[in-house]
Structures are given as C-alpha cells and as structure tokens.
C-alpha cells in the first residue's frame, strides 16, 4: 500500500508540482500523503504561472507550492516515486540507489511514456504536457 507519493522532475516548478496537485485531487480522502521535489530544483520559487493558469482551469491550485530540493531523506520516506523522463530514474539511483526499486515514470502505463520539460515554453507545450501527465494519473489511480 502507497501512503506517501513523490513526484520528481527537475526544476520542481511545472511537472512535478502539477503532478503532485493533480495526483492528491485524484487521490483525495484516501489519506495519500503527495508531494514533489526537483533534482535541480529552484528552491523556495512558487509553481510556473502557465502550470497554475492549467490547474486552475481544471478547478485545481497549485499556489501554495514552494519548490524543494530532493534529497537521499525524502526518497528514502517515499514509498513511490513518480518521474517524467529516463534520464531522472538514471540521477535518483545515483542520489538514493535504495529508492531504485520504487521509482518509475509517470508514463509507465502508457508505453513508457517520457513527458518532456515545458519550462520556457508557449502554452500548447505546458497543454501538451498537462494532458500527459493527467493520463499518467489516471493510469496510476488504479494502482494505488
């Protein structure tokens, strides 16, 4: 049984905050506690305004996020650990070989899908991303 979902990326300012807010919505009254962390993470900075304006078109509100660094400890008190791309598997064996075998994409139900970084981008990049990561939710509900 998962209590306790993380969600990682990089910058932990636009997938993985999103992720984490849509995943908690998903998952609400089921005493799952979600958050998220960055591998790279802009530290202390509030979730990207385009990531926000999506949730909240959705009923969903990121606002409160600060971003946080991951670390050996927060992998360690994950039960899973969700990420959005190959390459972010790679580092977290690297920064916690022991949190290896709990972590996998986000995409895994759909292909393996990898959900690229919107950061910078127009819009349709962060609409393309949003509705990834939502498929990778619903995919993983029934899981959890």
Not at 39 to 46: E, I, W
Not at 102 to 124: M, V
Request: net charge neutral; with cysteine.
């Amino acid at each position: 049984m998962f209590k306790n979902i993380l969600f990682v990326c990089i910058g932990n300012i636009c997938r993985s905050p999103s992720a984490e807010v849509m995943m908690r919505a998903a998952l609400e009254g089921r005493g799952i506690h979600v958050s998220s962390a960055g591998l790279g993470a802009l530290v202390d900075h509030g979730i990207d305004a385009t990531a926000q304006e999506l949730l909240v078109e959705r009923g969903l509100d990121g606002s409160l996020h600060r971003a946080r660094q991951v670390s050996s400890q927060i992998l360690s008190a994950a039960d899973l650990v969700l990420v959005m791309e190959r390459k972010h598997l790679k580092r977290i064996s690297e920064v916690a070989p022991e949190a290896s075998g709990k972590s996998f994409l986000l995409g895994k139900w759909d292909g393996d899908t990898e959900i690229p970084d919107p950061y910078r981008q127009q819009r349709p990049a962060f609409e393309h991303v949003y509705r990834l990561m939502a498929q990778g939710v619903e995919s993983w509900k029934r899981y959890i």
